[in-house]
């Protein structure tokens, strides 16, 4: 195992910043006058190819957060963790049929407009703040932290190290949002292919490297078969329930909670796994912003070629994650630290010159990753709260520079609270942090989203209940439930397990958190329900549907079905 890199590993790296860079630029420079438009600027609108919307969808979710935390989820769990790659690309195709003509046809440009048209300002006020706030303290702050920490793993250093990675992450972000939606757009094509190239040869090396350390051949498909015969029990997507008792934090059923209490088996498919993938690609700035520039077809495509990459990516982000575990398991890997560096540990297996194909594709992930949360957070923040609250007369060219300087803010914000991970990221686990917080208003934004647009009889004032309700709810799920109501409940199972968290045992009683965003959602809906059949029968903000606006056409189908049978395959085999 070797971390040092050699001058073929920095080529590579100059290569694909240069590159980007100057891709950007070239893009910047051929619509600049138009990049002073705030419609250019914040949607691209209407000249992003279906190509460039699907893989700017992918370049934009795949971020640190899943090279690190889901292939330290894939070290510790396993194909379990796949659920929320591959849910998605169901998710998308529902998103693609019934979500995007909605959207389209009622010209929506950001989720707080759509608040506003359908409900009122004050919801749409609320849900502009939350979601600045949800994008700067968790998502912003976890991926450089994630991507620093990976970065680092290769390079060596101090915690000196740490920041200037952390500096020059954010500052290649910034460049490039900076350039508008439109240069977003059309570097991620390159980011994606990047992404895509050097995580498919990091997988592959890391199988080759199973076999020839475990001696059953040479090759990827005798690697992936080693993990298949050493390991199948990190092969099962739907885990079984494990007793409800704490155990010493080496057995296997203390282990066995902690995955579950993760990944609740076949329940969370009934719960949380839904409005994780449903509420984040089909009610979220930071990904439909780059669908709600374009037309129907070219949004639906774009969004359908998105879902089948989602089903290849457990391949470039989990299964390093498994291949690391087996590694670890038989002697072969040092002491991880936490299950977070198992993807940096396997980068540090390559050989010279590839280690720089490996990180660009990290690098890749991670600076489109922030570049589409700055520029979501950009949009929102001119758009739906300055330009509407703060001096209504401002011009296009001043809320272009707004939104600049707004980008600049939101990162520097984002580089104070990861300085000293003041937020316990790494603590948490990189990938359980996101899904678990973001898990704390998804309930009440989704509950909103799908009543407002189906239900036509959805008031504003249910909508106001809904929002503070789903969000109180999951607060109370998560830290008040067990102790008010008991650890086995008809709702719910909690479970006893100890961790060790800053070298401190502790012994830590929880309900699985996707079981508490289902929850969360049913009493939401509920309530939102039964405030609003108090109102008119018809409200007057209801959006007009029609079946015509859920036609599909033939070649759509087709994509649909494909992806359909790839999913169908792939829960048969690892079931």
């Not at 240069?18 to 420079?29: A, F, K, N, Q, T």
């Not at 003509?101 to 010209?107: D, G, R, W």
């Not at 289902?518 to 405030?531: E, H, K, L, P, R």
């Amino acid at each position: 195992m070797n971390n040092s890199l050699v001058s073929y590993d920095y080529l590579i790296i100059v290569l694909y910043f240069v590159l980007v860079g100057s891709y950007g630029y070239w893009i910047y420079r051929r619509k600049k006058k138009a990049s002073m438009d705030t419609k250019d600027f914040f949607l691209a609108e209407g000249s992003l190819t279906w190509w460039a919307i699907g893989a700017s969808l992918i370049a934009s979710n795949i971020s640190a957060e899943q090279f690190i935390g889901m292939s330290g989820e894939g070290f510790f769990v396993g194909t379990a963790v796949a659920a929320y790659e591959w849910i998605a690309a169901l998710a998308l195709i529902i998103i693609a049929i019934w979500f995007i003509p909605i959207y389209l046809k009622n010209k929506i440009y950001t989720m707080p407009q759509f608040l506003k048209t359908r409900y009122n300002e004050t919801v749409a006020l609320i849900m502009a703040v939350f979601w600045l706030f949800l994008y700067i303290f968790v998502n912003l702050t976890s991926i450089l932290y994630l991507g620093a920490v990976a970065i680092k793993g290769l390079l060596g250093g101090n915690e000196n190290m740490l920041h200037i990675i952390m500096l020059a992450l954010a500052a290649c972000a910034l460049i490039i949002t900076l350039g508008g939606m439109k240069v977003i757009g059309y570097t991620d094509v390159i980011q994606v292919a990047v992404l895509i190239v050097g995580g498919l040869a990091t997988t592959y090396l890391a199988l080759t490297i199973v076999a020839e350390k475990l001696g059953v051949g040479q090759g990827a498909l005798a690697g992936f078969n080693a993990l298949l015969h050493d390991s199948p029990e990190h092969f099962k997507m739907i885990l079984d329930k494990p007793e409800s008792t704490v155990g010493v934090i080496d057995t296997p059923n203390n282990l066995q909670i902690q995955k579950y209490v993760v990944l609740p088996g076949i329940a969370m498919y009934f719960a949380g796994q839904w409005i994780v993938n449903l509420n984040y690609w089909g009610c979220n700035q930071y990904i439909t912003q780059r669908a709600l520039g374009a037309d129907l077809q070219t949004a639906r495509t774009g969004i359908l070629f998105a879902g089948f990459l989602k089903l290849m990516m457990p391949i470039i982000v989990m299964l390093p994650g498994i291949a690391a575990w087996v590694l670890y398991k038989n002697g072969h890997l040092p002491q991880l630290g936490s299950k977070d560096g198992a993807y940096s540990a396997i980068l540090g297996f390559l050989p010279n010159g590839l280690k720089g194909l490996s990180i660009a594709a990290l690098t890749a992930a991670i600076v489109a990753s922030l570049a589409g949360k700055l520029n979501s957070i950009s949009t929102i923040y001119t758009l739906d709260i300055h330009k509407k609250y703060v001096n209504k007369d401002v011009d296009e060219k001043k809320m272009v520079w707004i939104g600049r300087l707004t980008v600049v803010a939101a990162i520097i914000v984002s580089l104070i609270f990861t300085w000293d991970d003041l937020l316990g990221i790494g603590g948490e686990g990189g990938f359980t942090f996101i899904q678990k917080y973001t898990g704390f208003i998804s309930p009440g934004v989704f509950a909103m989203f799908i009543l407002g647009m189906f239900w036509k009889r959805t008031t504003g004032t249910a909508a106001l209940v809904g929002v503070i309700l789903g969000f109180a709810l999951a607060i109370f799920f998560n830290n008040y439930a067990v102790g008010i109501f008991g650890k086995e409940t008809l709702m719910y199972t909690a479970y006893t397990y100890q961790k060790m968290e800053g070298g401190v045992l502790k012994t830590i009683t929880e309900i699985p958190f996707l079981i508490n965003m289902g929850w969360s959602f049913v009493i939401t809906v509920a309530t939102m329900v039964a405030i609003s059949l108090g109102g008119p029968k018809v409200n007057p903000k209801a959006f007009e549907i029609d079946s015509s606006m859920f036609k599909v056409k033939p070649a759509t189908i087709v994509m649909i079905v494909i992806t359909l049978m790839i999913l169908a395959a792939l829960y048969i085999k690892f079931w």
